[in-house]
């Protein structure tokens, strides 16, 4: 069986008295260890494909099974831990917690998986970060660091819960090119150590990194 | 068990310091909000204590100016109404009766008492009418009266009813000048005294009671006046002190009875509780100060809630602030458990941060009291009382609670597609 497998994924939203559909029947399937990217428009769809990907959000129909485990139908709390356990998230814009330590950021997924102690959870953050070769960063906050080394602290945190895939978007939009290509490369290594990653981007020169693209306009999969 | 309140100690404590490092970080607006419960803490704990330090003034002086666990024995005159054979016996009380009811069980101390008589009193300086009391061994402090000059009544004088008289302040500069009166003579109804010692009025700060006439008095052994003056047995008052660990109403009765059986059933003497009449004052004041307390604790407890809507607004603030942080933490996995949790721990340290400064406040406050005191040359200390500083946490914990629930749970309902979206 897939990693992913999405069956005919709806999502309406209502705005007002008027619904909004934003995926009309999309079909994506991921196998362990891929490395694959979702293209589009910018109100394709595309967020919204991410975010139920990621388990943030549920769709309004079709069905949904994570590395075996059935989504479709769950909520809040079960929700949560699913993304906990299961997704690792990197973000355009970082995302990193400003008043903590770039090894603090990374252990935070540890903190809600719980059944770790705070020694614990710091010890496996600074490992990930020495091993993507931040360890002369470690104990700074994350205004002391590059934006490239900020994202690479971002992919450190989303891998630290040694998830099922990592979903990444738009991971170099708000870096310089030089930034970019060492973030990428970066994925790159995540990648051939055996990780999956679903990456939502609009930029074809990054989705080209991936060994295949899925286009998304309209709420549907383009050709 | 220890396991789980060891995990939770840890959450909590790494909650706290996580919730310290964003209190930190709006050094200002933490501190503005925290002036409330810090008032508040600040009310509670030195109110409380003053309150307390008040009560114990106000017991201090009034079992120092009363006579607690203490009765009375009255001699009662010849009576004219007397119509049963006992009563025509009367021979009202004696020494006797004052050495022999030391035999009591339960009795610690026995001061008889003549009740003071108008005598002519003169030296070189001066003559006048004073009021002189016959009084026991040690009457003088058991009654608190404090002597200034010289000493009290001894056993001796007692026993050999000798000629010596303690007298009051203010009697010293008419009748001795400057000169001091220790060791001189007074005559007292044409017999010389020597003076031994001076005695003062009872100072009280808190109690309305005139204790003045005690420096116009004089004071000579009572078996003086009772076998050399009077020419009889009898004394006019026997107070009997009651040790603190017996039962005090059986002692009286005890008391009563055996000087009734002596007596052989004559009804020639009354019984006076002392001790009730301090305990009817202590229960007055008891009523005054639970009415101020009162009064003291909504005024704190006011303060406290109006810090406490502080904090609540302050925290809605910050929850809006932090949305885009609530959606990057629900991306990693945070339910809104975790995301309630959050915002207490940052409640719950507000709070309790305002409860510790204000308890240091208070305390503080509490000095600046007892110093201004004795710069009025007061003796006033006020112990920090320890239910008030308990008080004080357990409502900033409350407070924080209270107040910190709704901001959490608003936090914590925070759809994470929403709050994802402000990124």
Known sequence: MSLINAHGITKVYRLGRVDVPALRGVDVQ??????VAITGPSGSGKSTLMHILGCLDSPSDG??????????????????????????????TFNLMPRMTIDENVALPLQ???????????????????????????GHRPDELSGGERQRVAVARSLVGEPAMLLVDEPTGNLDSKAGAEVLRTFREVHNAGNTIVMVTHDMHVAAEAQRSIHIADGKIAA | MARQIRDWVSEWGELALDALREIWSHKLRSLLTLFGVVFGAASVVSMTSLSAALKTMAYDELSRMGMPHTFELIDRGPRADAERAADLRHVGLSIKDVRDLRNVRGVD???????????????????????????????????????????????????NAARVVV??????????????????????DGLRFKVV???????????????????????????????????????????????????FPSVLESGRMYLKQRHLGADD????????????????????????????FTIAGVTLIVGGIGLFSVLLISVRERVREIGIRAA????????????????????????????????????????????????????????????????????????????????????????????
């Open chain 1, 30 to 35: 991921v196998e362990q260890g891929e490395y």
């Open chain 2, 167 to 188: 007298i009051g302040e203010e009697l010293v500069e008419p009748f001795f000048g400057t000169a001091d009166p220790i060791g001189r003579t007074v005559t007292i």
């Open chain 2, 332 to 423: 990693l996995g945070a339910d809104d458990r975790s995301i309630r949790r959050l915002f207490l721990a940052e409640s719950l340290t507000l709070a309790l941060l305002g409860a510790t400064v204000g308890l240091l406040g208070g305390t503080g406050l509490i000095k600046v009291t007892e110093s201004i005191a004795q710069s009025f040359g007061r003796e006033f200390t006020v112990p920090v009382n320890m239910p008030g500083a308990v008080m004080a946490i357990a409502f900033a914990i409350l407070v924080g609670l209270l107040f910190g629930w709704y901001p959490a749970s608003r936090a914590a309902k925070l759809d994470p597609i929403e709050a994802i979206r402000e990124l």
């Open chain 1, 112 to 138: 809600y998986r719980g059944g770790f102690s705070r020694r614990e959870r710091l010890k496996r953050a600074r490992a990930l970060l020495e091993r993507l070769g931040l360890g002369d960063r470690i």
């Open chain 1, 63 to 92: 069905e949904y099974h994570l590395d075996g485990a059935d989504i479709s139908a769950l909520r809040g709390r079960a929700l949560a831990r699913i993304r906990n356990q299961k997704v690792g998230f990197v973000f355009q």
């Open chain 2, 109 to 159: 101390a026995v001061y008889a008492r003549d009740w003071s008589d108008a005598r002519l009193v003169s030296t070189l300086l001066d003559q006048r009418v004073i009021p002189v009391e016959g009084v026991d061994v040690g009457y003088l402090s058991f009654r608190n009266y404090p002597i200034v000059r010289g000493r009290e009544l001894v056993p001796l004088d007692i026993v």
């Open chain 2, 197 to 247: 010692g001076v005695v003062a009025p009872v100072e009280l700060e808190l109690v309305p009671a005139d204790f003045s006439f005690l420096a116009r008095r004089m004071y000579v052994p009572y078996t003086w006046v009772t076998q050399y003056h009077r020419g009889q047995q009898r004394v006019d008052q026997v107070f009997l002190k009651v040790a603190d660990d017996a039962d």
């Open chain 2, 269 to 296: 003497f009354e019984v006076e509780n002392s001790a009730a009449d301090v305990a009817e004052d202590l229960a007055m004041a008891d009523g005054i100060l639970s009415g101020w307390n009162v009064v003291l």
